[in-house]
């Protein structure tokens, strides 16, 4: 069974820094394309921004709100994901998702996901 856990979350202010992780157990590599998702608050259960991919090649995609604050990373050997969150803004608060394709390619920050975590809390106060 393929199981994606995140783990980080919690509560930072605003300007300040946050790192997620998630761990992935069940799948041979995770040299394929994952991702994070995020949901904002009072969103359908359903909807959920891609925000950053890292591809099998190494290519990373995000979107503009996070472009330049965030980075995404792997650590291949210990299969988990990371999302390292800088100069976070209260606009970031919300549910993060970390996914996993059977794809190489992410062809975005919204990749097409075959697996999903539970999601990690995060809030930002001002």
């Known amino acids: 069974e393929v199981q994606l856990v995140e783990s980080g979350g919690g509560s930072v202010h605003t300007g300040g820094s946050m790192t997620l992780s998630c761990t992935v157990s069940g799948y041979p590599s995770i040299r394929y394309c994952m991702a994070w998702f995020r949901r904002a608050p009072g969103e359908e259960r359903e909807e959920r921004e891609g925000?950053?991919?890292?591809?099998?090649?190494?290519?990373?995609s995000y979107t503009d709100s996070v472009e330049g604050r965030f980075t995404i990373s792997k650590d291949i050997a210990k299969k988990i994901l990371y999302l390292e969150m800088d100069n976070v803004k209260p606009e970031d608060t919300g549910m993060y998702f970390c996914?996993?394709?059977?794809?190489?390619?992410?062809?975005?920050?919204?990749?097409?996901?075959?697996?999903w975590g539970q999601g990690t809390h995060v809030t930002v106060s001002s």
């Open positions: 925000i950053a991919s890292l591809d099998g090649g190494g290519r990373t």
């Open positions: 996914a996993l394709s059977d794809s190489l390619y992410c062809g975005g920050p919204s990749p097409l996901v075959n697996y």
